[in-house]
């Protein structure tokens, strides 16, 4: 997800996001543990865009107070 994406969504669309990514990872890292994960850069991909989505959300909550 290309940051220029993010930056255009509104502040629940992020959070929903957010709560999203955070449940793939953990489902994936499940997978991992368990010896099913077919594809671990994906794990990688996922974590980054969690990594964008807060600090969007970061810039966002700072610029309004």
Same mark, same amino acid.
């Given at each position: =997800?290309? /940051? $220029?994406?993010? *930056?255009?969504? $509104?502040?629940? !669309?992020?959070?929903? +996001?957010?709560? &999203?990514? &955070? &449940?793939? %990872?953990? +489902?994936? *890292? %499940?997978?991992? $543990? =368990?010896?099913?994960?077919?594809?671990?850069?994906? /794990? +990688? !991909?996922? +974590?980054? &865009?969690?990594?964008? %989505?807060?600090? %969007?959300? *970061?810039?966002?909550? /700072?610029?309004?107070?």
């Amino acid at each position: =997800m290309k /940051v $220029s994406e993010i *930056r255009e969504l $509104s502040v629940d !669309d992020l959070h929903a +996001r957010e709560k &999203d990514l &955070d &449940d793939q %990872i953990f +489902r994936l *890292r %499940i997978q991992k $543990s =368990m010896g099913q994960l077919e594809a671990p850069a994906k /794990v +990688r !991909d996922l +974590r980054k &865009d969690l990594a964008k %989505i807060k600090t %969007i959300l *970061r810039e966002k909550q /700072v610029t309004t107070t």
